[in-house]
């Protein structure tokens, strides 16, 4: 299995609080991904990153921002949670971007 | 309006039926890739295809690259409750897009 663990598995949070969603890989692999996973919508891209201090938006980064300081890990926060951000949120990691994605058990976050 | 575009959203079939589940999109990619994900993980890769026309077999399952690498099919022949869960399509290089999926339930 790919090594790939995210942090927190679970969170709850109130309305208006920042949140900061982890992602660690012992993999080396230069390509990391934001997604979340929504009823009827698969999975959504929100931000990705393509080496240590490259990100780029994806197709819903609104209200998210990103951090990759080392090749390692891979933050997402949430500035502000609203409880449209209420989601089970995916991380995944490629080699090159163009080879296979491997995912992350996904954390589960509540915005009350 | 999401790139990957997937039909159907769901399909229940009986065991050892067979089912087919599409992925179309207006853009070319240059690979395709499909994933199953089961309840309460991550996706897991199925198979790439890569040039256009091409056909992939894995056991029971049959992926189809279209020749204009538009479009791309999942078959499964005499399914089985086994093969239930959340059937995806992705592709774009780098930047990886998914398709909304298609939960299939195979009843005993």
């Known amino acids: 299995d790919a090594g790939i663990t995210q942090s927190p598995r679970h969170k709850v949070t109130e309305t208006g609080t920042p949140v900061t969603l982890r992602c660690h890989q012992t993999?080396?692999?230069?390509?990391m991904y934001w997604y979340r996973q929504d009823p009827g919508h698969g999975l959504r891209l929100i931000h990705y990153?393509?080496?240590?201090?490259?990100?780029d938006k994806g197709e819903v980064s609104d209200g998210y921002s990103v951090s990759r300081s080392k090749t390692e890990d891979f933050l997402l926060t949430l500035e502000s949670a609203t409880s449209s951000q209420t989601s089970v949120y995916f991380c995944?990691?490629?080699?090159?971007?163009?080879?296979?994605?491997?995912f992350g058990q996904g954390t589960r976050l509540t915005v009350v | 309006t999401q790139l990957l575009e997937q039909s159907p959203q769901f399909l229940s079939i009986q065991e050892g039926e067979n089912l087919t589940v599409y992925c179309n999109s207006s853009?070319?990619?240059?690979?395709l890739q499909w994933y199953r994900q089961e309840p309460g993980e991550g996706p897991v890769l199925l198979v790439t295809?890569?040039?256009?026309?091409e056909v992939k077999k894995l056991k029971r399952l049959t992926f189809q690259f279209g020749d204009a690498r538009k479009d791309s099919s999942l078959h499964i022949t005499a399914a089985q409750p086994g093969d239930t869960g959340l059937y995806l399509c992705a592709g774009g290089d780098y930047k990886l897009s998914f398709g909304a999926g298609t939960t299939v339930t195979v009843r005993a």
């Open positions: 853009s070319v990619f240059s690979s």
């Open positions: 995944a990691i490629s080699e090159s971007g163009v080879t296979e994605a491997f």
């Open positions: 990153s393509y080496g240590v201090k490259d990100t």
């Open positions: 993999e080396n692999h230069r390509y």
């Open positions: 295809v890569v040039t256009g026309g």
